[in-house]
């Protein structure tokens, strides 16, 4: 079974300022997707980004861009430009490119608390 | 935003009592999930369908049973709820296989 850890239990930057959230996998499979979700107090999961696996170009979205390194089985989310609304929980989390016994369910991390001091 | 919506919102139940959640969407998409959140678990997969009448278990799937009689609506049972059960829950829902997953509102259910 596919895990996902975000070793960061809470982070905390300035407004304006640049904040990095890591994630890290494990799987033995090598097609897959990788997502990040951001989910403010309003409970809302909210897609930031998504990555497939077979594409070496780092996704970006705006100010959110995210650091794929395969081998390492890294995937973190670089947001520049913090902004107050930044204010979340984000969650990593992996899907298989397979089908199947529950393949087709997101596997997530356990999320990152990011805090944005005004 | 996907048209996705969950019924009830909040729910307060006893143990023992059967429940059901409504998920119901708009978009016409093949998958429909069932996942729910618990502090310090992140969320987890219950059930999944993958068309009407399809439906597969997931990571945490004992005490939960699900039904899809059509495309737009997919119905989780607690048959028998417990306390362990508290929870939010959240239904999602994918075009496709592959394709990003779009998330309800989610649903506070109090076991009490």
Redo the contacts between chains.
């Keep these: 079974a596919q895990t ?1 850890t975000q070793s960061q239990p809470e982070m905390s930057v300035q407004e304006a300022e640049t904040v990095t959230l890591s994630c890290t996998y494990d799987t033995s499979e090598s097609d897959y ?1 990788l ?1 990040w ?1 951001k989910q403010p107090p309003s ?3 909210i ?1 930031v980004i ?1 990555q497939e696996a077979y594409k070496q170009q780092n996704a970006t979205e705006n100010r959110f861009s995210v650091n794929f390194q395969k081998a390492a089985k890294s995937f973190s989310l670089k947001i520049s430009d913090s902004q107050l609304g930044d204010a979340a929980m984000y ?1 990593c ?1 992996y ?1 298989s ?1 397979f ?4 393949a ?8 990152t608390h990011l805090i944005i001091q005004p | 935003d996907a048209g996705i919506t969950q019924s009830p919102r909040h729910k307060v139940t006893e143990t023992g009592t059967p429940v059901t959640l409504r998920c119901h969407q708009t978009e016409n998409h093949r998958y429909m999930y069932w996942y729910r959140q618990d502090p310090g678990h992140g969320l987890r997969l219950i059930h999944y369908s993958y068309g009407v009448k399809d439906t597969d278990k997931g990571e945490v799937s004992d005490g939960y049973s699900v039904s899809r009689s059509k495309t737009e609506d997919f119905l989780l049972t607690l048959e028998s709820a417990t306390s362990s059960q508290t929870s939010v829950y959240f239904c999602a829902i994918s075009a496709g296989q592959g394709d990003t997953q779009y998330f309800g509102p989610g649903t506070r259910l109090t076991v009490l």
């Design positions: 996902v997707y997502f979700y409970r809302q999961m897609l998504r969650f989390a899907r490119a089908s199947g016994g529950g087709d369910g997101l596997t997530f991390g356990k999320g």
